[in-house]
């Protein structure tokens, strides 16, 4: 059974930075597909970042710019390195693997780590 915890996240200013990191443990393959997606209160939840075995990236037009993702296909562990916070990324942040499974994948997802951004 696969486990993914997420760590990093906490209390920042607006302006400031932080990074979450996110480890799927306890298979024998390579994860695929891993990211991260948040919720805010009274919100949908949305995808923040992804990126593919290969180190195909995808942002939400939110982040662009601010936010980087990077993994270690090793570890199977996915990072998120947030800049330029701002209020509106409150958020409870998600981390997610995709794990090989027959012709598909298998989804699991973390706890979720709190980022709260203020003055």
């Known amino acids: 059974q696969v486990q993914v915890v997420e760590s990093g996240g906490g209390l920042v200013q607006p302006g400031g930075s932080l990074r979450l990191s996110c480890a799927a443990s306890?298979?024998?393959?390579?994860?695929?597909?891993m990211g991260w997606y948040r919720q805010a209160p009274g919100k949908e939840r949305e995808l923040v970042a992804r990126i593919i075995s290969g180190g195909s990236t995808d942002y939400a037009d939110s982040v662009k710019g601010r936010f980087t993702i990077s993994r270690d296909n090793a570890k199977n562990t996915v990072y998120l390195l947030m800049n330029s916070l701002k209020l509106e990324d409150t958020a409870v942040y998600y981390c997610y693997a995709e794990e090989p499974y027959k012709l598909g994948y298998r989804e699991y997802w973390g706890q979720g780590t709190q980022v709260t951004v203020s003055s």
């Open positions: 306890g298979s024998g393959f390579s994860m695929n597909d």
